[in-house]
């Protein structure tokens, strides 16, 4: 590997306590979860204990209040955070988007016992969660999910089964979306499950082609009773609710994505800079100089669209068309930034020796989950131009 280190990203940070949590998560990142992220991916190993140390350090609450056991953070700062812990290791940074997404809809809809009574726990209790609204028939078109909830009694009894689930199987709590009600997206409603749940079982984890430690898997329900103090809202509402978690997931897509190109850019400066062909390193040629220019000009550009939309955010203005931009541009970006820096590095790009064949494999999948590329594109040509007419 080359010597050549790379140089800190330059944030601009709103406050003095900012920046000193990024300089915690650089250096949980560069000694706990860097050093090993190669090979424990290779080998499918999922890194509970470095979940169970960012809880312990206040990471996974950021953006939610103190009073319940968060770090009171603005989007701004949380997003370049789980930046920082993709470019480690997106199998972390990713965790720590999707572990936000469950807490959103308790957090943000729950009444004032459940967020006492659960969300300490579920912020820094060392507690992980996963987000259940994919299904095996109901991806994109997710109002169209089957899973039911039947209310008997002062219980709910939830039966069905949910896809693609990010930490199934490994997950303490599950926020789960079940219909309740008629077709369509006025039928379903929240509920917030406990992983041990009787009747909740895991299938087998998926074979990826990337981020091997992150298990991904079906989650069967299986005639699984809650009582109604775990659901979320209103009957109903759990649509609704979804869709508001999905526009703070996607920004944090989008920063694990440009998480993820800058960890391949600065492989790929390391690489050129070090590198020798014809007596002088391969940086010196303007064909390659101009493709680290490209690369590092669509990572700035993705940063700057995913902290403006964050922005917007934390000034609580709409943000959901801007949600989808980022997490547009910032994957596709992503995909092209890690495939140039395979290309960079030439046959070694291609090899297990260099992480950068690894990026690759990540970044593809940053452009399918929380919504598809295609699915932003349609969100976003709804804020220009109107739905579609039928």
Request: some cysteine; overall charge negative; charged content about 20%.
């Amino acid at each position: 590997m080359p010597d050549r280190a790379p140089q800190p990203v330059d944030r601009q940070l709103p406050t003095e306590e900012a920046r000193d949590l990024i300089t915690l998560v650089r250096d949980i990142a560069e000694r706990e979860i860097a050093p090993h992220a190669a090979e424990e991916e290779e080998a499918g190993h999922f890194p509970r204990e470095v979940f169970r140390l960012l809880s312990a350090s206040g990471l996974l609450g950021l953006p939610y209040g103190s009073e319940y056991g968060g770090g009171d953070q603005p989007y701004e700062v949380y997003l370049q955070v789980l930046e920082e812990l993709a470019a480690a290791r997106l199998t972390v940074g990713l965790g720590v988007s999707v572990h936000s997404l469950a807490c959103h809809a308790l957090a943000g809809y729950g009444t004032k016992e459940q967020r006492s009574d659960h969300l300490p726990a579920m912020l820094g209790g060392g507690l992980l969660g996963a987000y259940c609204l994919s299904e095996p028939a109901s991806g994109s078109d997710a109002a169209s999910l089957r899973t039911k909830a039947v209310r008997d009694g002062d219980d709910w009894v939830i039966t069905g089964t949910k896809a693609w689930i990010t930490h199934g199987g490994v997950a303490d709590f599950c926020t789960v979306l079940a219909r309740t009600g008629g077709e369509g997206a006025r039928g379903i409603t929240a509920f917030l499950v406990p992983g041990d749940a009787q009747g909740l079982n895991a299938a087998q984890p998926e074979k990826k082609m990337g981020m091997k430690g992150s298990p991904t898997a079906q989650l069967h329900f299986d005639g699984v009773r809650i009582p109604d103090t775990r659901r979320i809202g209103d009957e109903g509402q759990g649509f609704a609710i979804a869709l508001s978690a999905l526009d703070s997931g996607r920004l944090g897509i989008a920063a694990c994505a440009v998480g993820v190109a800058q960890a391949a850019l600065d492989a790929a400066v390391a690489y050129a800079t070090d590198r020798k062909q014809f007596g002088r390193p391969i940086a010196d040629f303007q064909g390659l100089r101009f493709m680290l220019a490209d690369m590092a000009t669509r990572i700035e550009a993705g940063r700057a669209l995913y902290l403006a939309a964050a922005r917007l955010r934390d000034a609580g203005r709409p943000f959901s068309r801007q949600a989808a931009m980022a997490k547009l541009f910032c994957t596709d970006a992503a995909m092209s930034v890690t495939t140039d820096a395979v290309q960079v590095l030439g046959g070694y790009g291609y090899t297990q020796d260099f992480p950068v064949e690894r990026y690759m494999r990540e970044a593809k999948v940053l452009q399918i989950v929380e919504g598809t590329n295609q699915i932003q594109r349609m969100v976003i040509a709804r804020h220009l131009a109107g739905p579609e007419t039928r």
